[in-house]
């Protein structure tokens, strides 16, 4: 065993790349109320969408939940989720015996011992992302496996003003992976089917959207359980994955994700969208950004396979951004596509009569000799993943893709270069200190 380094985390800096936090809680105090599906799609107006409403079937399901934003536990009285849970957690115990929650939930790691070695593939640590084979599980996905290839998700949402955002994705056939925050869900619920409604991807980003490591096995376990829950509830379907929120995830957590039949999704390039306005992130850092991973594409740096870009529904300049660089997204990559398609994924949820184009289908490239039939397209476009990606075996197509994928990544699990002790005070203190 490694002795444990009384030192203060290395990659803080990356540590924050993931998405913002507080200005993504808006509580919906109720106000006018929508019996059914009474919202005009069609208006872009943010504060007439952002108005506040009650919709009935979210109502009579609320005192199922967790308090919205609060960190999420186990309902009292939730029979089904305290015997899911136990089970999950007598699993976690003989499994992952020694991983413990580590630092606040607001990301403050000052007093945090951890050792060097990333025993526990922390990706806050060291950005690791391929667990040891000795654990079992799978690696992240965090790239797409298909060449020139642009994996398009959106994080935080649903946004209460997203129709602009959701209009242009529609106007251009254009399907994305949206990561929904449970308490956006029952927040906002008419906007979170529409993206039902529209065939975009639905992923879970968690309940209260803090970081997961943080949390206990019941805590970590009910923000997946219950954020799950409400999108099966409110939508209509059962996510198959997750993106933790600023990518915060170890062992531990992945499996209680796994358990859950969640794989686990982070990224590879950041556009840092999510950051303007809190860090001295300005727009045309985050221009660059788009830029970056767009002549990255120019200059044929996605010949074997492609990025999945973090950006984010958060707020009317995260989503208008995106708009204002997707002409060039399209015109750098051959294909612009949501995670699942990308990983060749037909069945995304649970429920396996629901199904979506296979990456062949999407792409309408059919026979062609680079796509191959649908249950082999990111094999052989890949060249590298040797398991199945057809539809019907998400897990696996997932695990084949990610295993590929994460090979260059490096998890750099043996640093233990010492830092100057930093207190870290919550996400704007990091994000001001680490840019
Ligand atoms: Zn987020």
Redesign the pocket.
Known sequence: MLPLLALPLLGLAAAHT????HE?ARRNPGGRVIHSRQVDNTNIDPVAECTPYTYAPVSAIKSQFPAIWNSATLVPGDADAAALFASINATLNQRLPNTVPRGTHNGDWSGVNYPPADNDCWWTWKQCTTPAASTGLVADITTMPEPETWGLGF??GPNCSHNALYNFLQDNSQKATM?F?GSNVLDWPVQAIRAKDDGHEICV??WS?QYMTSFSNEQAFAELYYTRKAIKDVIGVTPKCW?P??GDVDNRIRLIASLLNMTTVVWSDDTDD?KVGIANVTTQDVDNNYMKVINNAKAGAYATHGPVVLN?E?NNYTMGELIKMYPAIKAAFKYVVPIATGLNITNPYQETDIVYPSFAQYTGVGNTSDAGSSSSVSGSASGTASGSASGSAASASHSAAASSASASKGSSASASTAIPAISLLGLAAAATLFL
């Open positions: 993931g998405c913002g936090g993504i994080d935080d990561f925050i980003h968690t959207h993106r929120p600023f999510w984010h958060l």
